[in-house]
């Protein structure tokens, strides 16, 4: 249960005063549902008014706030602004202009011959000096509430800068006085002040540095502390210890020996599941380095162990692959393998629910449909979760609860994750990385082609599909509408038609699950030969013989999700080669990404870079994010706090006694007010 003190903060926002039905969208838009959405709403900069009682030419430029005295009024003819001429205290003139078709309103503000105190930006028109539209003007008795230094919201359209300041305000009257829950020696040596008035100062002074930095601090010590409850929790759970007694792994025929990478790997992930405690592993690997690989000798170990696993894929299209290549290179042993998506319906998805039920199934692969209500597994030993969507701290725990004692837990990060973030979003997890590649395979080489050039790259395309071989052409993402995006793929796959005719496949994501199937195989037969994506192609397809992939628009994706497309090639033996073509208004951070992919083939890399490069709020990308959302703390405020946080946090739970001390009470209502309680709610369940 939240504690009862933080009640007024996540009220509805409703109980503000002055929200009426026609700020209902903006405040949507905004994402602010609650009082707290407000209260961290914080502002993005500030405008400094600067205090003059006299209009000079100089000043020209600034804000300024300054008395003055309306002595006509001007209107010119229907289209013209309509100025009223004002005056200093020393007689200096002013024009004060107001556009749009209601003058009313601008007489009504500015009597003739009353004194007003006006606040806007100053500027030269000619050899005179005018100001548009003031921000302020107010009777002189008012003036003094003007603040000198004012913050600047985050804002959406129909939502005004002082409204949204209003409401601040507001949120701000209804935030509690909290216990101190961060270490006292961190508070003294920093300087910093209390939480509540560590959020006043920012609202009041955006550039309050200090006050930032407390509150950055907060979110990042909550997020820390949580998963280190959840180790701390899962550790005390005991799980199965398996021990694979190796039969099906040596019985397995592989193409290759497997590199040293995965050996290590597959080592650490026997060491972990023969443990009483669940295994709780992170396997980064880079795209292409083989970690399916160590996922099925993992299953394997689990099925010789007399348990069942589960491969819980991102998407259906990687779900069926996965299931393809699996049941393919099992066959022969022993080993029964079953697919479940959310399309299964009828016979087939009842059928599949016994085996588990029974055991008859040993390996179940599938989308978030396999750990649905309603799916028991008979001895779940191990989870296998492909990474590459939300599956977070909350998903993993609902995991932990579908055996009869939690499974042994691994899960697979689709390309690489910078350092920070794998401790904000795995801090719990033990971590394994295969930074080796598979013999063989040579490094894909990156071109970066203006779109001008675009003929020229259907004409290589034309003549690498006539030597017999197969290329993806993925479209650009078009806003954030899949909509969009699949408009601008059928228009891109007409054209390409009119060249190579029925050698052209489309896929896209608001295609029927079977019908994208249905292209998919097509492409990897080989009756397809070019085949026209969106993103959805993003993850794991695996086409050997594809050795080309066109990307379209590539200055519009983020270097995680280029590096993630790149991948789609250069998975058999041959060369291969990967066109970005760019638009021509490029921005220094898209130069820069460019400039990068053709640089380099490493993912990890490449996942430093995208951090360093990307700014605040799009750290993981909207495709890869994960569960954690950092509203108070910056990239750069991350990578400062981190180690400190996670060394704070875990002396609370190893040294302080967990949550039960007067810090740790502390530091319970800090894990509810930054929404990082799922660590409380397990350790209740726990």
Known sequence: MRPDILNPLFAEITVLKGIGPALARPLERLGLARVVDVAFHLPSGFVDRVRVDELRMADAGRVVTIQLTPVEYRSGGPRSPFRVAAEDEHGNHVS???????????????PLGEA??????????????????????????????????????????????????????????????????????????????????????????????????????????????????????TRKRRGVPLHGDGRLRDALKLPYAPTGAQRRTIAEIEGDMQQEQPMLRLLQGDVGSGKTLVALMSLLAAVEAGTQGALLAPTEILARQHYENISRQLTGLPVSVAILTGRDKGKAREATLMGLADGSIDILIGTHAIFQQ?????????????????????????????????????????????????????????VS????????????????????????????VARHIASGGQAYWVCPLVEESEKSD??????????????????VGLVHGRMKGPEKDAVMAAFQRADTQLLVATTVIEVGVDVPNATLIIIEG?????????????????????????????????????RARLALMRETNDGFLVAEEDLRLRGAGEILGTRQSGEARFRLASPEQLQQFLPMATDDARLLVDRDGGLLGERGQAARTALYLFERDSGVELLRSG
């Open 374 to 430: 309603g799916v028991n597994y008979r001895n779940l030993g191990l989870a296998v979760v492909d990474e590459q969507h939300r599956f977070g701290v909350a998903q993993r725990l609902m995991l932990s609860q579908k055996g009869v004692r939690p499974p042994h837990l691994l899960v697979m990060t689709a390309t690489p994750i910078p350092r920070t973030l794998t401790l904000t979003h795995y801090g719990e997890m033990d």
């Open 116 to 233: 007003r105190i006006v606040s806007g930006k100053l500027e030269s028109y000619g050899q005179e000096l005018q100001m548009v539209h003031p921000d302020h003007v107010l009777p002189l008795d008012e003036g003094s509430k003007l603040p000198e230094r004012e913050p600047i919201y985050p804002l959406s359209e129909g939502m005004s800068g002082k409204r949204l300041a209003n409401l601040a305000e507001q949120a701000l009257e209804r935030a509690p006085n909290l216990p101190e829950w961060v270490e006292p020696s961190v508070v003294e040596k920093y300087g910093w002040p209390k939480w509540r008035e560590a959020l006043a100062r920012v609202h009041a002074d955006p550039a309050d540095q200090l006050a930032r930095a407390r509150l950055a601090y907060d979110e990042v010590y909550a997020n820390q502390l949580a998963l280190m409850l959840v180790r701390a929790s």
């Open 486 to 503: 699949q408009a601008a793929a059928e228009a891109r796959a007409e054209l390409l038609r009119a060249r190579f005719g029925d050698k």
């Open 433 to 460: 990385r295969l930074d080796e590649m598979p013999p063989g395979r040579q490094p894909i080489e990156t071109r970066v082609i203006s779109d001008e050039r675009l003929d020229e790259v259907v004409d290589g």
């Open 554 to 590: 590539a200055e519009r994706f983020g270097l995680a999700q280029l590096h993630q497309l790149r991948g789609r090639v250069g998975r058999g033996s041959g060369r291969s080669v990967c066109v970005l073509l760019r638009g021509r208004a490029l921005s220094e951070t898209a």
């Open 96 to 110: 004060l202009v107001y556009f749009g078709n209601n003058p009313g309103w601008a007489r009504k503000l500015l």
